[in-house]
């Protein structure tokens, strides 16, 4: 069975951008910002508000696209590689 590139990505980019999203609007609502602060050194623009929320989650798409899309590929590529021999 192969993978769909392109759905694994979409699937994890809509998953981390989501994730992002409801953390950073957690954070902000219970404290705790400074911990959150490290990734403005990945996403630029980023910060913990409701803009910088939603900047958070574009670029948590994008993350999470590239990755879906990479473990698809690798995992496409060790089926090829290695294929299944039987039920067990």
Request: aromatic fraction near 18%; include cysteine.
């Amino acid at each position: 069975m192969k993978l769909n590139k392109a759905a694994l990505g979409i699937a994890l980019g809509i998953c981390w951008g989501a994730s992002l999203v409801l953390a950073t609007l957690w954070v902000r609502v219970v404290g705790g910002e400074e911990a959150f602060e490290v990734l403005t050194r990945f996403y630029p623009g980023y910060s913990v508000t409701i803009p910088g929320a939603l900047i958070g989650m574009i670029y948590g798409f994008i993350d999470g696209f590239i990755y879906g899309f990479f473990l698809a590929w690798l995992y496409n590529s060790m089926v090829a590689r290695f294929p299944s021999e039987g039920n067990g």
